[in-house]
T-cell receptor, first 112, second 116 residues
């Protein structure tokens, strides 16, 4: 069966520090991969998605970047965190477009 | 642009009753619509997907309807239980702004509280 791993579960970082969140999927090949942010009381905001290795699409301009160095690995990064980067970050995968998404347990990021 | 509207007020019901949650959208009708459940501090979990040519879909105590004329989907939980308490999100596809893929866009969700 397929599983998705996302870490760390919680992270506290100072303003201006770098960020690296990792997500890996097991049990499937060439999945679509997604990074979302969920602010308190708000909906899921799609940040990046990828349909293949090295292919990254960004839905909103921001202080973050994403990379897909391997088929089932998706990384969310920042060179310098802002206070506004705080939130709940979720990674997800799907077989292809128009299919259900399967989410990880998320990373709670707090910026001090 | 496409907007998704879910009731921001929590829905409180008694155990055993049917819970009905609403998802409205503007503009074009999507090819499909999905419903997810999210518990506090966890990622959403997929429940049901309904396509534009389907009027109704069922899975155990869950039922989803899709009315493209009203631009609305209803999500029903029959014989509700306290364990059904969670936030329920609807999602529909939108063509990605920067790529050639259809991307699910999520509503803010409605909180359901089932009282014993």
């Amino acid at each position: 069966s397929q599983t998705i791993h996302q870490w760390p579960a919680t992270l506290v970082q100072p303003v201006g520090s770098p960020l690296s969140l990792e997500c890996t999927v097991e049990g499937t090949s060439n999945p679509n991969l997604y990074w979302y942010r969920q602010a308190a009381g708000r909906g899921l905001q799609l940040l990046f998605y990828s349909v293949g290795i090295g292919q990254i699409s960004s839905e909103v301009p921001q202080n973050l970047s994403a990379s897909r160095p391997q088929d089932r690995q998706f990384i969310l990064s920042s060179k310098k965190l802002l206070l506004s980067d705080s939130g709940f970050y979720l990674c997800a995968w799907s077989i292809t477009d128009n299919q259900p998404q399967h989410f990880g347990d998320g990373t709670r990021l707090s910026i001090l | 642009s496409q907007k998704i509207e879910q009731n921001s007020e929590a829905l409180n019901i008694q155990e055993g009753k049917t819970a009905t949650l609403t998802c409205n959208y503007t503009n074009y009708s999507p090819a499909y619509l999905q419903w997810y459940r999210q518990d506090p501090g966890r990622g959403p979990v997929f429940l049901l997907l309904i396509r534009e040519n389907e009027k109704e879909k069922r899975k155990e105590r869950l039922k989803v309807t899709f009315d493209t004329t009203l631009k609305q989907s209803l999500f029903h939980i029959t014989a509700s239980q306290p364990a059904d308490s969670a936030t329920y999100l609807c999602a529909l596809d939108m063509y990605g702004a920067s790529g050639g893929s259809y991307i699910p866009t999520f509503g803010r969700g409605t909180s359901l509280i089932v009282h014993p």
